[in-house]
């Protein structure tokens, strides 16, 4: 098979080690996360998006939301916002004061508070627009601009190409396309063939996203669409070892096998102690609720599980929670084996 990932994948001067991305997310990507899935290989990772207008007024927990741990880094960060000024003033902060790789401009947030602020996937439906906040951002940063965008806002408008084509004018250096209109939010399937026609009418780097679910997708993505690297989002949550299996997929055709329960226990751990420093224990506590259930999606007695770890107050109950389950679970995983054998 073809080396896939050995292919260079470039944003700027920033060569990446591989060509798997991890996918902003909203409420999920900060840095305890991303440097969790940065540890299992992942070749560029995305921070969440962040509100322009936080940026510029200094809002407190907006500014807190520039943290990067110099281990993640190649990292592009991402934001948000449907004014010019507004925008291109987070941006020069971002270049300034962080130690972001890029800076990615969100042009494909579906959900609605977004779309009143004129931002996120309101965009995709004047190609002008987005040629002028680009060119704008480029003309006043010196890091390499990035966007990610959806293919179009209903099926009628499908304007992919010409925004793809508007950002590279502008001076983009790389656009990421999620596979779905902004109509069809987080359901239906990811058109790759439109991701396709985007990678064919540009030359800078594109990134395809959507409905890359195991390894295997990554590399069906890669072949069909011809794209530069693939984004991976909601098939990492609770699952880094979706990045690592994806990567060494791609480089030697090899399925590495799944996590045990002890793996996936105690990397829940170390993602919940990092979540503990970055935000303090009654945040992290509240936020790791949701994380732990990924981690469990899968494992016997995990309905159980997810109750009590809902029901948990401190951090020290829900560290003796989760070793309590992995305990129990590679008990019986290891008298069902014997009862096999």
Known sequence: MTNASTKPFKIGNHVMDNRVVLAPMAGICNSAFRLTVKEFGAGLVYAEMISDKGIVQKNEKTLSMLYI?????????????????????????????????????????????????????????????IYEMVAAVVDNVKKPVSVKMRTGWDEEHLYMVENAQAIERAGGSAVAV????????????????????????????????????????????????????????????????MIYRTVEYLESGLLKPEPTVQ?????????FDRLVALKGENIAVREMRKHASWYLKGIRGNG??????????????????????????????????????
């Open 263 to 271: 793996e996936k226990m105690d990397i829940c751990l170390l993602h």
């Open 69 to 129: 741990d110099e281990r993640e880094n190649p990292l592009s960060l991402q934001i948000f916002g449907g004014e010019k000024e507004t925008l291109v003033e987070a941006a020069k902060y971002v270049d300034q004061h962080t130690s972001a790789d890029i800076i990615d401009i969100n042009m494909g947030c579906p959900v609605n508070k977004i779309i009143k602020c004129e931002a996120g996937a309101r965009m995709l439906l004047d190609p002008n627009k």
């Open 304 to 341: 159980t599980a997810r109750n009590k770890i809902n029901q948990t107050e401190s951090a020290q109950e829900l560290r003796d929670y989760l070793r309590y389950f992995a305990e129990e679970s590679s008990k019986e995983y290891e008298e069902v084996k014997s009862i096999v054998i």
């Open 178 to 241: 999620h596979g779905r209109t902004r109509v069809q939010m987080y359901e239906g399937h990811a058109n790759w063939d439109l991701i396709r026609q985007v990678k064919e009418a540009v030359n800078i780097p594109v990134i395809g996203n959507g409905d890359v679910n195991s390894p295997q997708d990554a590399k069906r993505m890669l072949d069909e669409t011809g794209v530069d690297a693939v984004m991976i989002g909601r098939a990492a949550l609770g699952d880094p070892w």
